[in-house]
């Protein structure tokens, strides 16, 4: 009963029996409405996998059509008839007229060709079902237990086909599509190619793991906005996760995979053997490396720090505050460790101006976020166990951990609870991990936290927030304290920037990645005067806009610092 629309004064009893119709058959309806147009979207809870389910499903059609009729509206006040309301087309105009429409349609198309049977001579609407009564989908072993929608199928199958994912223009989602404007590169379509396989329809359950299938999730960015932005929140980027563990299973997993993959060990080597590693990547060496891993020659990699984060915390951190506020951890992700320790050293000294002592465990493993994009889900299982069993005791006492990188600290919340098996521990690091911002923010609004900033006008600043951020938090947050410090903030209001961690990096992907940042943000933060300070929350984002545009992004704890009130400080 998805497009019905009667006059505006009919309204009320066209609901009234619609209501009544949907009992009469022992289930209950979702009501979506453009009530000024009279316009109803129902949506009727029918298991459509059934026999019952599907007859069922033909006679609320029917009996909507009649009530429709009754009450002097359409079938298809919006959208279109389709396969769908196509059969009822007769029933609806009277013989006459839909004659009438047979007839125009075979003057213009007498072979047929354009889009055919969707208006006149349809097929009946039980026929070419998605699902129907001999659906038998293989539930493949999975890693991700995708409890929130009952398993991996039905994560697949959350996606209802309505094309959200093929906006353009406003939003994050989907990155991708809005760049190739290729149905291909849509999120429904990387719903549709896994459930057809795993269905055998139209495909085959050997191409649940084939290389054509493997295609088609090649330019997902894992940025999670379907999460939020779909209106069935189908969770792509988990799901493809999911789907790499399995093809990797199959095919083996890539040298540039498992690089990446383990990038925080990378990492620490680069950051031990400073300054030498940085040399080395400006040489014909780090040429030769870049192009053994697939990354583009025109990228540069981030520099290695020489004093990582964790070690400036242990041997030169003076603590600044009795830690009046009580303790928190601060978990330091890899890049706050080894290649900006700026942002760490900022995330450190905004707690310690807050009156919180700032706890850093040095055994913390990594998140696990790379892993998990990388679809080495065994390994990002036994670092989440890890980090789980180091943080779940602190968790337990009420002390908070909070992280500066979205896609880190949020894996705590949005995976660990789906990667591993329910338990206390689990459930408690989840509710207890926080974004600087947010937890900062959420002090302030509930708590009384006053921060000791400048009272003269800061400066003006292009936020531009993660997309991991933009899904699961928001930016309000960080939209907030930036102007409590006297910025003039505006936000970016583009989608993704095109990095999305390493995807940005691949050789082959990076022309895409040019095209999803020129979409919106490029542009934006290209218009800025010099004076305007560009602010970021991710590492990615950072990159990408420092590469594309020549600005140099800083991250918003960076912005906050340089506004605190310093005498204040001292005087604390």
């Not at 007498?110 to 001999?134: A, E, S, T």
């Not at 400006?282 to 964790?310: E, M, Q, Y």
């Not at 006008?457 to 947050?477: E, I, N, S, T, Y």
């Not at 290209?526 to 992004?553: D, K, N, W, Y």
Request: proline residues 7%; glycine residues 8%.
């Amino acid at each position: 009963i998805e497009d019905v629309s009667v006059p505006v004064e009919h309204l009320a009893d066209y609901v009234r029996e619609i209501l009544r119709l949907v009992a009469e058959h022992g289930t209950k309806a979702a009501f979506y409405a453009h009530a000024s147009a009279g316009c109803l979207h129902v949506r009727p809870l029918v298991n459509l996998k059934t026999a019952d389910g599907v007859r069922t499903m033909r006679a609320l059609t029917e009996g909507s059509l009649e009530l429709a009729k009754r009450f002097g509206g359409v079938l298809s006040g919006e959208h279109g008839d389709g396969l769908a309301r196509g059969e009822l087309n007769p029933l609806l105009f009277g013989p006459t007229l839909y004659q009438c429409m047979k007839e125009l349609k075979a003057a213009f198309d007498p072979l047929g060709l354009l889009n055919p049977g969707k208006i006149v001579d349809c097929p009946p609407l039980d026929q070419n079902l998605r699902y129907g009564p001999d659906y038998r989908p293989v539930e493949p072993k999975t890693f991700f237990a995708f409890r929130q929608d009952g398993g991996f199928l039905r994560a697949i199958e959350m996606c209802n086909g309505a094309g959200v994912c093929r906006k353009l223009g406003v939003g994050t989602m989907c990155p991708s599509y809005m760049a190739t404007r290729d149905e291909r590169d849509t999120t429904r379509a990387r719903a549709n190619a896994l459930r057809n396989a795993l269905a055998g329809r139209i495909l085959e359950p050997r191409h649940f793991t084939d290389p054509r299938t493997y295609e088609v999730f090649d330019l997902c960015l894992a940025c999670k906005a379907c999460k939020t932005e779909c209106p069935s929140s189908v969770d792509m980027a988990r799901i493809k996760a999911e789907f790499l563990a399995q093809y990797y299973a199959v095919h083996g997993t890539p040298l540039r995979a498992r690089a990446f993959a383990h990038i925080h060990l990378l990492n620490r080597f680069g950051s031990r053997t400073a300054p030498f590693s940085n040399l080395a990547l400006r040489t014909p060496l780090g040429t030769l490396a870049k192009r053994a891993l697939g990354i583009h020659p025109n990228r540069s990699l981030p520099s290695f720090a020489r004093v990582p984060f964790d070690r400036w915390f242990r041997d030169q951190h003076i603590p600044r505050t009795d830690g009046v506020r009580g303790p928190v951890i601060y978990f330091h992700d890899t890049f706050a460790t080894y290649n900006y320790p700026e942002i760490g050293r900022a995330a450190v000294m905004l707690l310690e101006a807050a009156g919180y002592q700032v706890l850093v465990l040095e055994r913390r493993q990594c998140c696990g976020r790379p892993m998990i994009s990388k679809g080495l889900l065994r390994d990002a299982q036994r670092v989440a166990r890890e980090n789980v069993a180091l943080l779940a005791p602190f968790a337990r006492a009420g002390i908070p951990i909070v992280g500066t990188e979205p896609s880190c600290i949020l894996t705590f919340r949005d995976e660990y609870p789906d990667l591993l098996p329910p338990s206390d521990d689990v459930t408690i690091v989840a509710e207890q991990s926080f974004l600087l911002d947010e937890f900062l923010a959420r002090g302030v609004e509930r708590e009384g936290l006053t921060l000791p900033f400048r009272s003269d006008p800061g400066p003006r600043v292009l936020f531009h927030g993660h997309c991991h951020q933009k899904a699961l938090v928001g930016v309000q947050h960080t939209l907030a304290l930036l102007r409590a410090a006297g910025c003039q903030v505006e936000e970016s209001g583009a989608g993704c920037c095109g990095m999305a961690g390493s995807f940005g990096y691949e050789t082959e992907h990076y022309e895409i990645s040019q095209k999803i940042g020129a979409d919106r943000l490029f542009p934006k933060v290209l218009e800025q005067p010099p004076e305007t300070m560009v602010v970021v929350a991710g590492v990615s984002c950072r990159e990408q806009i420092a590469h594309f545009t020549q600005r140099r992004p800083l991250h918003f704890a960076e912005v906050l610092v340089q506004r605190l009130d310093r005498a204040r400080l001292a005087v604390s």
